[in-house]
């Protein structure tokens, strides 16, 4: 068994929790050469690699919650979003996503909606059985579905399968992390976002590499069932599935979400989600920008046109959630590593003001270094792969 150690963005290695340098084994297969010395013939990294580093990572991120997420669990949260208005999203989402289409459909009775997602990588359908439980329990099952995803890396999920087919968790720490305020409010929230989420479905395929894709091939649940005794809850998996289409990436989130208002917590979800994909602009500049039009769709702000106060509907909605943000920040983890600033003309109209705004999210200190190492960890262990799968035998001293 040999070993290989992960280097940071600034040439230093990347250690474990408990400081020690953190390699991964590599199972290598020796024999003897002509002249009696020992050559490895096969070099083949463990495929619990990338599970061990996301763990590793989690273990030194104890002031961050570490979830998984794809282009599926953030459909499954945009649908949650829109609620009783689904049928609004491919509208929204076109508005600035021209390389996807979107579209939601319902059957004849219709209670019952499909909401796909089609690009040149993606196909994805999401049922929801009746379009009822997105009406007053959407919000709650939203955030229940990021901490069953947050829970299910802790406790289920491993390298993409399941482990178990349960996560496992007390109603008094649904409280403890400012979900809820008291533990009948748990309660009653725990079993209505469990009757949204175990009626949703999915089904499609996400392209991985050009030869290689994550499929689920018909229509699943992906709760089978949830249930609370004793006050602890239980949320119960679908093990016919490819877990990988929800989490095929991971990132971060500030302990203080679940204390955060609907929309205040649907940006900051998003301000992380993206700076997942921006930590070029991070690490380089110390901030990225997301456009306010972009904001209006994700947070389901109304639309401008006819609007009668977009002052209060639409402006005073983003600045109260920026405003929430950083105050829980403030609280929290007592430091600024995390700005939101809002960049616009003030004299500019609700359209200009939406279509040339944008947010300048500054990321650094702690903040910033999490979401490098993140992407630093991936490309390593991609390009250990690429030189494992190229390795030549060679002579070991």
């Known amino acids: 068994m040999i070993h290989q150690t992960f280097i940071t963005s600034d040439g230093k290695e990347f250690v474990t929790a408990d400081g020690k340098p953190f390699k991964v084994e590599v199972e290598v297969e020796l024999k003897k050469d002509d002249s009696g010395k020992l050559v490895v013939t096969n070099i083949n990294e ?14 030194s991120i104890k002031n961050y919650f570490c979830v998984g997420n794809s282009p599926t669990s953030i459909l499954c949260l945009d649908t949650l979003s829109a609620g009783q208005n689904i049928a ?60 069953a995803l947050i829970k299910a890396n802790e406790q289920a999920i491993y390298n993409g399968e399941l482990t178990k087919d349960y996560i496992s968790f007390s109603l008094k720490e649904l409280v ?19 009757d949204t989420l175990t009626s949703m479905k999915i089904k499609g395929s996400l ?25 602890q809850c239980y949320i119960f998996f679908n093990t016919r599935i490819n877990w990988n289409f929800l989490l095929q990436y991971f990132t971060i989130l500030p302990k ?9 917590s649907d940006l900051i979800y998003y301000i992380f989600y993206l700076a997942r994909q921006h930590t070029t602009n991070i690490e380089k500049n110390g901030y990225f920008t997301i456009s306010i039009r972009a904001i209006q769709h994700k947070l389901q702000l109304p639309n401008e046109n006819g609007l009668n106060n977009p002052q209060r ?10 405003e929430q943000i950083e105050e829980e920040h403030a609280k929290y983890y007592k430091n600024t590593e995390l700005s939101i ?36 960890i991936k490309t390593e262990k991609i390009k250990a792969t690429k030189k494992t799968k190229n390795k030549k035998p060679k002579n070991l001293k």
């Open 46 to 59: 463990k495929s619990k690699n990338l599970s061990s580093i996301k763990k590793e990572l989690a273990k």
């Open 207 to 231: 392209k991985k590499s050009n030869t290689k894709k994550i499929e689920i091939e018909s229509l699943e649940v992906l709760f089978t069932g949830a249930k609370i005794n004793k006050n």
């Open 313 to 322: 509907d639409i402006k005073d909605a983003i600045e109260n959630a920026i």
């Open 341 to 376: 600033l809002p960049v616009y003309n003030e004299e500019d109209s609700i359209t200009d003001y939406l279509e040339n705004g944008y947010l300048k999210i500054g990321l650094t200190g702690d903040f910033a270094k999490k979401f490098i190492e993140i992407n630093q």
């Open 176 to 194: 403890e992390i400012g979900f809820y305020k008291v533990l009948n409010s748990a309660r009653k929230g725990f079993k209505s976002g469990m």
């Open 88 to 147: 609004d999203l491919p509208e929204r989402k076109n508005q600035i996503n021209h390389n996807t289409k979107y579209e939601v459909m319902k059957n004849e009775d219709g209670n019952k909606r499909i909401i796909s997602l089609v690009n040149k990588n993606t196909k994805i359908s999401l049922e929801i059985s009746d379009i009822e439980k997105l009406t007053g329990n959407n919000k709650t099952a939203k955030k229940l579905f990021v901490f």
């Open 256 to 264: 203080y979400y679940f204390k955060l208002s609907n929309k205040a």
